[in-house]
């Protein structure tokens, strides 16, 4: 059964973004509690903080954002001064979620390129969308060959999906199904020197219709070629899953930690979203978005966990995001300065 006949608010979410800007893109909960560092401005963040001692846990020259976070200024004041921004508060990279600017007039992407490396920003990603009824959709499935070429027009080394596997319904061969498609993309990817990549949602934690001991994103995993399916993890979305499925449809018990996916594999996950929460049990999704540093999710902890392992310091990009901020500047320069003030415990 297809998803887009149901009317979970995480998949209204999911498929309102596909649209952005103009092209169809698409254990328990307190398990990562912990203080939030004292912030510090971009330009201390060399320096000794308030955050402790030691070697930054943020890799130099790996700290982007998500556009879709700062989308209101994207569509009224256009890229120009929205890069300008983000160079001010010391981002390294930007993922895309959309090539238009809105009011801000037509823009090409040759000269979208150009505007980004003039203020010091790599183009590392894109989302866009997996599939759609539409056969003239800006999607995966239905016109790989022009989301590629975009995609190499503007030097990008990552292009993914935000969509969910779920085109084909929730069952293990329904998944391996979208798996198989999944591959496809990767291929035709690899073939142009990108990486094709899927951005997690917290029902790709869930289990199977048809299987309630098999969790859809171990199919996800199992069934992806690891040399041509990468996996861009959203680590709030991630710790909402294991809020929401640390136990099977029949209550036995199936905890997990989202880390753990990271540390077993990291090649396949060159790509991550930060974002922050506020563990709430009573939100159907167990945290509250808000600004990186104002949550509970230790990113002290799990950023250097996996910096940290043989080889993976410059692996990893790091892309901040909130879905919807009260003020996008504001969280920009927020998040750049929480991430560069964690240090590394000594």
Known sequence: MSRMSQTDPELTHRLT???MLGVAAGATATALLGAAAAPATAATATGTTAAGRGRPVLPPGRLGIQLYSLRDKVSTLGFAPVFAELEKYGYDEVEFAGYTQGSAGPIT???LKRLARNHGLNPIGSHVGY???DPGAYTFAQNLTKVLDDAQALGLKHIGTASGPFR????????KRAAEEFNTYGAAAKARGMKFYQHNHSEEFSFATDDPKVRLYDVLLAETD?????LEMDIFWAYSGQFRFSKRPDGSAAPFEPLDYVLK?????PLFHVKDGVS???NQYGYRMVDVGDGDIDYQRFISAVTRLRGQRFAHHWQAEHDNPTESFTFARRSSEHLHSL????
């Open 17 to 19: 973004r596909r649209g």
């Open 109 to 111: 992407l040759a000269q």
């Open 131 to 133: 599939y759609s009824n």
């Open 168 to 175: 084909y319904g929730s069952t293990v061969d329904a998944w």
């Open 226 to 230: 690891p040399d041509l399916v990468f």
């Open 265 to 269: 594999q990291p090649h396949r996950y």
């Open 280 to 282: 709430d049990s009573a």
């Open 343 to 346: 240090r590394e415990k000594c």
